[in-house]
């Protein structure tokens, strides 16, 4: 059975972040992790059982939040200066974490939706757990800027 790293693969994750944002998102396998100042998108299953997650560096979040509304990247840079997200861009990753079901469902093999998102830091013991062996990867926005997401299962 093939691994969670094996499974997602950064070319679906670049292809579905394209379509959703309407410009060019590069993903590239990366060996780091995200972590403090983080979001964390928690998966459930049909049953309402908590199988899976993304993990989205606080860069990556405003990266995206942005390219959404097609706000400039200088308000994007602002957030993570702050270090943390102002509430439209919460709102509007929500939104991208939401489509990004697709993902954790062909990782997982059966369907998930978005059940809640949380700071990293509030996630569930079992995912901070299991980071360890999660896919990570570096996502690269055109026009924005790049951050990092992990697929936890």
Same mark, same amino acid.
């Given at each position: 059975?093939?691994?969670?790293?094996?499974?997602?693969?950064?070319?679906?994750? *670049?292809?579905?972040?394209?379509?959703?944002?309407?410009?060019?998102?590069?993903?590239?396998?990366?060996?780091?992790?995200?972590?403090?100042?983080?979001?964390?998108?928690?998966?459930?299953?049909?049953?309402?059982?908590?199988?899976? *997650?993304?993990?989205?560096?606080?860069?990556?979040?405003?990266?995206?939040?942005?390219?959404?509304?097609?706000?400039?990247?200088?308000?994007?840079?602002?957030?993570?200066?702050?270090?943390?997200?102002?509430?439209?861009?919460?709102?509007?990753?929500?939104?991208?974490?939401?489509?990004?079901?697709?993902?954790?469902?062909?990782?997982?093999?059966?369907?998930?939706?978005?059940?809640?998102?949380?700071?990293?830091?509030?996630?569930?013991?079992?995912?901070?757990?299991?980071?360890?062996?999660?896919?990570?990867?570096?996502?690269?926005?055109?026009?924005?800027?790049?951050?990092?997401?992990?697929?936890?299962?």
């Amino acid at each position: 059975m093939p691994t969670l790293a094996e499974t997602v693969k950064p070319e679906a994750i *670049g292809q579905l972040l394209t379509a959703t944002l309407g410009r060019s998102v590069s993903v590239v396998r990366s060996r780091q992790t995200p972590g403090k100042g983080d979001l964390f998108g928690v998966y459930a299953n049909s049953e309402k059982m908590q199988k899976a *997650g993304l993990l989205v560096s606080l860069s990556l979040a405003a990266h995206l939040a942005a390219a959404l509304q097609i706000f400039p990247p200088a308000r994007a840079n602002q957030n993570i200066t702050s270090g943390r997200l102002e509430e439209e861009f919460v709102e509007n990753v929500q939104e991208i974490l939401n489509i990004c079901s697709q993902v954790v469902t062909n990782a997982t093999g059966e369907r998930m939706t978005l059940a809640e998102v949380c700071p990293w830091d509030k996630a569930p013991q079992r995912f901070k757990d299991a980071l360890r062996s999660a896919a990570a990867f570096e996502v690269t926005i055109q026009g924005y800027g790049k951050g990092l997401l992990s697929v936890v299962a």
